[in-house]
């Protein structure tokens, strides 16, 4: 049974119990391009019309998306898709990602428990239960295509990985490749799918965009309540730890620099935008401190107000939902 839990009647507490989740089946794609024929791959990937476009036409231009519609592939296509498959640094990454990736279930459970526990909070169903792994030419981590959640696995093999450590920086900053670890998949995917079906607008100024990203990061906290907080926000231990030991600075910053309600995003756009660090915050300071400070906002009205999620997130008067945030 999935049960909501308290000890009082606004709590959002989601717990499992007997490893009963919605169970997600697996199409591994990735393992098509070490595996199938030319043929084979043609009719496996056009199945999935969006992620065919994708890949085909735009990742590896080996097609044209009106060939999703033939069942034959063209000699061109077919040449294109060969050689790409019998590259020999191609074949050396698809490699590597079956031996990491032999099996994934721990990851599928696990976004199945995460997803499970957000359609209890909110009464909604997602369907179909799929999870697909595809090889994505480091072009993409987590997208929805095809209402399937895709995952490019090779942007997962880690940062200590040789293949990793020898593609240019240029391609792949090194904030990029730092990051490309298997811990952040459960979070990625759940941080995407909220995204796209519970993102919420409340206003183009500075704060308003802040909070819209706490209320998904709230939401993260609710439903991965196993994963390690740091991964919810693509960080490692010591940025977390920055972020709480430097929180009344980052505010103190925000308002001597009247950044509030700053409605220029190029302006403020630093605060959300990936990278090494956040300007002006020194080289110690992790990326996207916007997003964190948002989830502290909302956690301190959720503490305050003890309203459930869906109240919380009915509330689109920001300075209410700023009024009670005391920064620590």
């Known amino acids: 049974m999935i049960l909501v839990t308290s000890c009082n009647s606004n709590s959002n507490t989601v717990k499992l119990n007997n490893d009963d989740w919605k169970d997600y089946s697996v199409i591994r794609l990735d393992q098509s391009l070490t595996n199938d024929s030319i043929n084979e791959i043609h009719q496996k990937f056009r199945n999935y019309p969006e992620l065919y476009e994708n890949f085909y036409v735009k990742m590896i231009r080996a097609g044209k998306k009106e060939e999703i519609l033939s069942n034959t592939i063209s000699i061109e296509t077919k040449q294109k898709l060969s050689l790409f498959i019998n590259d020999t640094i191609i074949k050396d990454i698809l490699q590597e990602i079956q031996l990491k990736f032999t099996n994934i279930d721990y990851y599928k459970n696990e976004i199945g428990k995460g997803l499970s526990r957000y359609e209890t909070l909110f009464g909604k169903t997602y369907s179909p239960k799929k999870i697909g792994t595809f090889f994505s030419l480091f072009n993409s981590d987590v997208h929805e295509f095809d209402s399937i959640i895709w995952i490019g696995l090779d942007m997962y093999l880690g940062s200590e990985n040789n293949i990793i450590k020898l593609l240019p920086t240029e391609s792949l900053p090194n904030y990029i490749k730092n990051k490309m670890d298997e811990k952040y998949i459960i979070s990625d995917v759940l941080f995407g799918y909220l995204m796209t079906h519970n993102s919420q607008y409340l206003g183009d100024d500075f704060l308003s965009r802040m909070l819209a990203y706490g209320k998904i990061g709230y939401i993260m906290n609710l439903i991965l309540p196993d994963e390690d907080p740091e991964n919810k926000f693509r960080y490692n231990k010591d940025e977390l730890e920055w972020c709480v030991n ?21 302006k403020i756009s630093y605060f959300f935008n990936p990278g090494p660090n956040t300007k002006n915050f020194g080289s110690d300071s992790p990326a996207h401190i916007g997003i964190w400070l948002g989830y502290r906002i909302i956690e301190d009205y959720a503490k305050a107000t003890d309203l459930d999620i869906k109240e919380i997130l009915k509330e689109k008067n920001v300075q209410k939902l700023l009024s009670t945030y005391e920064p620590k």
């Open 246 to 266: 430097n929180e009344k600075y980052i505010w103190q910053y925000i308002i001597d620099q009247e950044i509030l309600y700053e409605k220029n995003f190029n």
